[in-house]
């Protein structure tokens, strides 16, 4: 199966110290998907994300954790429409160049 999505969305952050932040991530987006599943048909759909992150930075590099909570549905305008939710971790490191 694969999905194509385009997720616009906010992210609020609050500092800790120098090196530490929170932050709350929320997105939503039209997704398409190529394969239709017992709980969902092929095609046009939303994703919504939200999560809760932590990022630390050690020296130049940036170290971030943000576990999430993902639902895909269609909203109505197909015949399957069950939708599902997905419980994610992502890792992340980044560096400026």
């Known amino acids: 199966m694969r999905e194509y999505v385009l997720n616009l969305g906010f992210l609020i952050r609050k500092s800790i ?3 530490c932040s ?3 991530l929320g997105s939503v987006g039209p997704m398409i998907t190529d394969t239709e599943t017992e709980r969902m048909s092929k095609g046009f759909a939303f994703s919504d994300v939200l ?3 932590f990022s630390f930075r050690v020296q130049k590099i ?3 954790i943000r576990p999430e909570i993902r639902h895909v549905s269609n909203a ?4 399957k429409n ?3 939710n997905t419980k994610n971790i992502e890792f992340g490191i980044s560096y400026p160049l």
Not at 76 to 79: A, D, E, F, N
Request: no cysteine.
């Open 17 to 19: 110290n120098k090196n």
């Open 22 to 24: 929170f932050y709350v």
């Open 51 to 53: 999560a809760l992150g």
């Open 76 to 79: 109505g305008l197909s015949s």
């Open 62 to 64: 940036q170290f971030d």
């Open 82 to 84: 069950a939708g599902y």
